[in-house]
């Protein structure tokens, strides 16, 4: 799987080209109604970013932001673990991981109902989008119906879909499409000179191949990654190039923190500076200005002032409920009080096929 905490995926990647690996050419332009091609950033741009002092940083992202969003708005998604554990893919971040002892105990992939049961339950709290999460290096032919299904409810109910699965062909990524799937989740992690000292089960290109294929299938690309993995700032320099300088950047890019469990290698690491999470926050928003920037794991060690510099830095989209698959998340009614505390409201559903880079749905957020 390729979870918001998470991703898949990974391979000596220290070999690779420093320099922008990128998806071939998007198909989907046309198709999408983008004019002009997203700006291509410099690492020495994106460095010069993260040099800012604070507030001028601040300043600029939330500049960028009420350019293209209500600034009082957060999309809320809720995170559903639907096959948790044993997962044969090696990333060191991950308590799904089969190959570290964490104690989690393992799950077979859910039956429709109860999954629909959660989504309902997701809707009454406030939730606009589902998203759930399978720890697979990629889903199997016999979990296709299943996940059709799933897909084919939660979107009956009204709210967006979207799942995590690892891996997928371009013959999977078109059958979740057609069964109605409007995001996928792939992160790509952290750089790709990184990259190998936290998978090796799976290759940074792989990762880029299946974001193509979510691309070649129509839907909405979830793609952002891990900061506090022991990576330097050039590291994390490097995934937002990657991510922003994509032919279509992600719609959704979703920034976490490492939330470190027992068991796993990362488990005892430093934190991060806070105040280098927020800089990847607001450099995120400037280099990916019409994209919902998520703040994701590691948001139940962070407290409400620190998440409200995060929505001022641009962050727009939050894990709302009790789990963030198999970590805590502040449950929704912390969540209410926060946002009820800074005036901010949760972002209306748009369970549609249009991508956020369509000229007109662009015309339609810079207007508000
Ligand atoms: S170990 Fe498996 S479940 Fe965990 S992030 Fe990697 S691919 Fe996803």
Redesign the pocket.
């Known amino acids: 799987?390729?979870?918001p905490?998470?991703?898949?995926?990974q391979q000596g990647s220290r070999n690779q080209s420093s320099e922008n690996q990128q998806p071939a050419a998007n198909g989907n332009s046309a198709h999408n109604g983008q004019t002009t091609p997203p700006k291509q950033w410099q690492r020495s741009e994106i460095a010069a970013l993260f040099a800012l002092p604070m507030n001028d940083l601040l300043f600029r992202a939330q500049s960028v932001h009420r350019e293209h969003f209500n600034p009082n708005e957060v999309q809320v998604s809720t995170l559903l673990s639907i096959k948790t554990g044993a997962?044969?893919?090696?990333?060191k971040?991950?308590p799904?991981?089969a190959r570290y002892d964490t104690g989690l105990e393992k799950e077979q992939l859910m039956e429709v109902q109860k999954v629909l049961e959660q989504a309902e339950r997701a809707l009454q709290t406030g939730a606009t989008r589902f998203c759930m999460g399978a720890?697979?290096?990629d889903p199997k032919e016999r979990d296709m119906p299943k996940l059709k299904a799933m897909i084919e409810g939660v979107r009956e109910m009204g709210l967006e879909t979207c799942m995590t699965l690892?891996m997928l062909s371009n013959e999977q990524a078109a059958a979740l499409a057609e069964a109605g799937l409007d995001y996928y989740n792939h992160n790509l992690d952290t750089s790709p000179e990184f990259y190998g000292e936290i998978?090796t089960t799976r290759t940074y290109q792989d990762r880029l191949n299946t974001l193509q294929s979510v691309r070649n299938a129509g839907m909405k690309v979830c793609s952002g990654g891990i900061v506090g993995m022991g990576e330097e700032q050039k590291d994390r320099i490097g995934l937002l190039q990657q991510l922003a300088n994509m032919p279509l950047p992600p719609e959704s890019v979703p920034i976490n923190q490492l939330v470190k469990v027992s068991g796993t290698p990362l488990d005892s690491l430093e934190d991060l500076d806070p105040f280098e999470f927020i800089r990847c926050i607001a450099i995120a928003r400037i280099l990916m200005p019409k994209s919902h920037v998520r703040l994701s794991a590691g948001r139940e060690t962070m407290s409400d002032e620190m998440q409200a510099l995060c929505f001022f830095a641009g962050a727009n989209s939050i894990f709302y409920g009790e789990k963030l698959l198999t970590t805590a998340n502040p449950v929704a009614d912390a969540d209410q009080r926060l946002f009820a505390r800074l005036g901010i409201r949760p972002e209306a559903a748009k369970p549609k096929k249009e991508l956020f880079y369509d000229a007109a749905a662009n015309d339609s957020q810079s207007a508000r």
Request: charged share 15%; net charge negative.
């Open positions: 799987m390729n979870s905490t998470v991703s898949a995926a997962c044969p893919e090696d990333c971040y991950c799904q991981s720890a697979w290096r690892g998978i």
